[in-house]
């Protein structure tokens, strides 16, 4: 079946402006999150949708950041007036989540954020 | 906290060479160790992972890797490297008490294969 797409792959945007981030998880997937790929750091946990409990925010890096998740299915990062250092490629996975054991997480390809 | 050490951010190696990739993890309680790769333009893919028993783990394409707690490595390996194998690599622990929603990700090592 299809894998973890994200949309759109590449996205060049001015400092102060707003951008939205697209994230379509496997079908059935119940859980899904959000990770930041920066230059020389890693990858950094954002955030973290699991059916219909709250999000686990703990990782959004400022309140300029926000993610939803419509339906269960697709989600939508959110970042308001963009910085440069908001610069990175922006990750998305989704995993069939069961309590107590791992579920391997499936990796999107990325957005790849520039703001200039 | 919980911390992962990747120390080489690039390793060049021959084709058909041997290779073996560091990881170090800073964790108070008994890891759960990850491996994966990211090809050019491709999303991660999970190499391998563990979470107990043989502390030698295999994976797909070939590689494996050494749970060893006396140093806190976790080193990935493959006997013959192929030049499919050039990619970043990321070791990654998480935490059973948080249902491993949060990896925690080293900084990647970027692998060249030379022909």
């Known amino acids: 079946g299809a894998g973890v797409s994200q949309s759109p792959s590449n996205k060049v945007t001015e400092k102060g402006k707003d951008v939205e981030l697209r994230c379509d998880p496997i079908?059935?997937?119940?859980?899904l999150y959000w990770y930041r790929q920066s230059l020389g750091q890693g990858l950094e946990f954002l955030i973290y949708?699991?059916?219909?409990?709250?999000?686990?925010k703990s990782g959004l890096p400022s309140d300029r950041f926000s993610a939803e998740r419509t339906g269960g299915s697709v989600s939508t990062l959110t970042i308001q007036r963009t910085q440069q250092e908001d610069s990175a490629v922006y990750l998305c996975a989704s995993s069939n989540l069961q309590v107590l054991t791992y579920n391997e997480q499936f990796f999107g390809p990325g957005t790849r954020l520039t703001v200039l | 906290a919980q911390s992962v050490t990747q120390p080489d951010i690039h390793i060049t190696v021959s084709e058909g060479a041997s290779l073996e990739l560091r990881c170090n993890y800073s964790?108070?309680?008994?890891?759960?160790l990850f491996w994966y790769v990211q090809s050019p333009g491709q999303g991660l893919q999970l190499l391998l992972k563990?979470?107990?028993?043989?502390?030698l783990v295999q994976g797909i394409k070939g590689f494996e890797a050494e749970f060893k707690r006396s140093q806190s490595s976790f080193n990935l390996r493959k006997p013959s490297v192929h030049w499919s194998d050039a990619a970043e690599y990321f070791c990654a622990v998480g935490d059973r008490n948080t249902g491993f929603q949060k990896l925690v990700f080293g900084t990647g090592t970027r692998l060249l294969v030379s022909p």
């Open positions: 079908s059935g997937h119940t859980a």
């Open positions: 949708f699991q059916g219909n409990s709250a999000p686990d």
């Open positions: 964790y108070g309680a008994t890891p759960y």
């Open positions: 563990y979470f107990s028993g043989d502390t």
